[in-house]
């Protein structure tokens, strides 16, 4: 997933051992991670303590603050910072508040990267964009085979929903858009953000696993195959086999009858 963030700016708090988080509420989005001690918060009515790996993710215009007096061992890093735009921003609303770093080494070297170029005498306000999305992302990377998955949005989750059940239907972008009541362009960018690829890619992939299935297990004929999983051109069938498969799907099947002859 990738969020297109306009950096404000960052820093590291080293405590001295006196003074608290400040009570607030900002105008944009904070990122803290804790490095070392403990760092006691609330965001809005919950209580959210961090500790060494850990990150807070402060919304704006709601009320945060610390709750008691620093420790003297505490240290993290900070940055402030702005969605792109509606769309990123709702992506934001939908991320966990207080969460582990996935690769807590990897997060503080995205943190000092920032902090040493936010430090030039040169303004590179694009490099701090693009190393502020980095941060973002390497903290919900994956960590020891445990995905932090922040939550689909609902309109995420119908889509997907209509994909997987429906993908012998011809569907296409336009169509899934107004059923699920919303603009063709807004939905394609947000499933281009959270997955990677276009709705029709995604549709199209899942077709092709499903004819994989067929290849290797029916007698159906690659005209039927492509008809029966939601291909209505069987040569476009072929070119998109052929993309995600680097063959043919006659290959294919020769390929996988070979695989299950038996000769003992």
């Not at 990150?55 to 402030?80: E, K, M, N, T, V």
């Not at 996988?256 to 038996?262: A, F, L, M, T, Y």
């Amino acid at each position: 997933m990738r969020i297109a963030l306009k950096a404000e700016n960052g820093g590291r708090f080293i405590s001295r051992g006196h003074g608290a988080h400040p009570v607030r509420v900002i105008r944009n989005w904070e990122l803290i991670f804790v490095l070392k001690g403990r760092l006691e918060m609330f965001i809005g009515a919950d209580r959210c303590p961090a500790s060494p790996g850990t990150c807070l993710l402060l919304p704006p215009g709601i009320r945060h603050g610390g709750i008691g007096a620093y420790p003297a061992d505490l240290s993290f890093f900070w940055i402030h910072f702005s969605p792109a735009g509606e769309m990123e921003e709702d992506l934001l609303k939908h991320l966990p508040l207080r969460f582990d770093a996935g690769n807590p080494a990897r997060l503080a070297d995205c943190f000092r990267q920032f902090l040493s170029l936010q430090a030039d005498a040169v303004a590179d306000p694009d490099g701090l964009d693009l190393l502020a999305e980095l941060i973002l992302h390497e903290a919900f990377r994956e960590s020891g085979g445990a995905t932090l998955h922040p939550e689909l949005p609902s309109l995420m989750q119908e889509l997907r929903k209509i994909l997987r059940l429906r993908f012998r239907e011809p569907l296409s972008t336009s169509q899934i858009a107004r059923e699920l009541q919303c603009n063709p362009d807004y939905l394609g960018r947000v499933h281009k953000c959270w997955f990677g690829e276009s709705v029709t890619d995604a549709l199209n992939r899942i077709r092709i696993r499903h004819a994989m299935e067929l290849l290797s297990s029916s007698s159906l004929t690659i005209a039927q195959i492509a008809d029966e999983v939601g291909f209505n051109d069987p040569a476009y069938f072929r070119r998109r086999f052929f993309r995600s498969c680097a063959m043919t799907p006659r290959a294919y099947r020769k390929l996988k009858i070979r695989e299950h002859v038996n000769t003992e």
